[in-house]
């Protein structure tokens, strides 16, 4: 189970974090990955990690601004995200996958929480 928080409401320009944490098993060796879905819009990748957190991953429209790391003691992901804009609004989502061979492809992830409202006014 993967559960994110850190989600809310903040004006543009502003930050957040969010956190994923794990249960249920030990996601310390799956690659892990955060997604996005505005409304009636696909999901989008958003950034991955590697197990080990040794390689990143990032869609173009959030390299620079965006930045994923985690620790594998806590089981938890985090994704931290600086210089928020108004289309970064969404529901954030997080995947885990043991060895997706295509970091950004939701196709690739076994895993998935419920995701968390993120909301970026103008």
């Known amino acids: 189970q993967l559960v994110e928080s850190g989600g809310g409401l903040v004006q543009a320009g502003g930050s957040l974090r969010l956190s994923c944490a794990a249960s249920?098993?030990?996601?310390?060796?799956?690659?892990m990955g955060w997604f996005r879905q505005a409304p009636g819009k696909e999901r989008e990748f958003v950034a991955a990690?590697?197990?080990?957190?040794?390689?990143?991953y990032y869609a173009d429209s959030v390299k620079g601004r965006f930045t994923i790391s985690r620790d594998n003691a806590k089981n938890t992901v985090y994704l931290q995200m600086n210089s928020l804009k108004p289309e970064d609004t969404a529901v954030y989502y997080c995947?885990?996958?043991?060895?997706?061979?295509?970091?950004?492809?939701?196709?690739?992830?076994?895993?998935w929480g419920q995701g968390t409202q993120v909301t970026v006014s103008s």
């Open positions: 995947a885990a996958d043991e060895n997706p061979t295509a970091f950004s492809s939701t196709y690739e992830y076994d895993y």
């Open positions: 249920g098993r030990t996601f310390s060796s799956y690659a």
């Open positions: 990690i590697s197990w080990s957190g040794g390689s990143t």
